[in-house]
């Protein structure tokens, strides 16, 4: 495989491709609450091109080889200046993933009897521009008696997916991920190994005898977000291992990425996407439904009372 660069920055309507200008880039990605963070720096733009990058517009960074590259940030500008360093002019673009933005969409609805925790969840990211990416839930209860949300999607999600259906909900990059508390994704595809971009054996940084964490450098990997599994073959590490957090970057002499990881075998996690993490902690699993009819919606289907998704 020949290891050509190649990056898109699409922002204010305008694309700029690594082909014909210099991008730098830093993004940080983690499975906190937090949205990803990314910087972009762009080199030697004319005055009028940086005038037409505004904050709130949308942007999109795009990035990996020749012939493999997929999306590592797509948000809104936060931030954008341009200043002069020696002979070059550097226009820096501070982006934040727009998946908060969704989250926070306030949803109205009052479902029918026989409506599934599935059905429910589909309606909120549909609802929300958010597209659902895996439905694996533990228990898709069914509402015999009806059911009515009125809150924040991200509430709604966290109401249904982790308080009713005893499952675990991400979101990233515009992509739900609702799944068991123990399931992992099978199918992302991505084995490290020094002939697929592994530049040196892992190297452990904590952990005991139960679960391992090791620091990992590769070629940039534009698949690699946290909470996806991954397949190392190394010296130091082998099997299947869960991504905690990390960064993507490129520069004049790396086009990279560093994450930290923990052995798959000795913990459950959900399946790959998702540092926007709705809610929930796994440690506090919610009780099991005793009749999933105890969730009602109002008989007047006006709003109930507390949390995102109100009384049902």
Known sequence: MKWIRATTVTVGGQVFPYQGY?????????????????????????????????????????SGYEGDTGTLLEGLVTDVHAEADGTERICTIEVTDGTEQSLNKQITKTFDPGTTASEVAEFIASEAGLEMVDMRLEDDVEYKRGYHIDGKARECLKDVVVNDAKSKCHVKHGGVYCVGWFDISDNTGITLTKDTGLIESPTRISGDHIIRSYEVDCLLEHRIRAGMDIVVNSETANGRFIIKKGTHKSDRSDHVTNFEMIDASATGTGPGGAPVDVGGDKDKLPDRLTDPSDKLAPPDGGPGGGGGGGAR
């Open 22 to 62: 210099e991008i730098h880039f830093q993004v940080s990605f983690d499975d906190t609450e937090d949205p990803d963070q990314g910087q972009i720096k762009i080199y030697n733009l004319t005055p009028d091109t940086e005038n037409n990058i505004e904050v709130g517009d949308h942007c999109i960074l795009e």
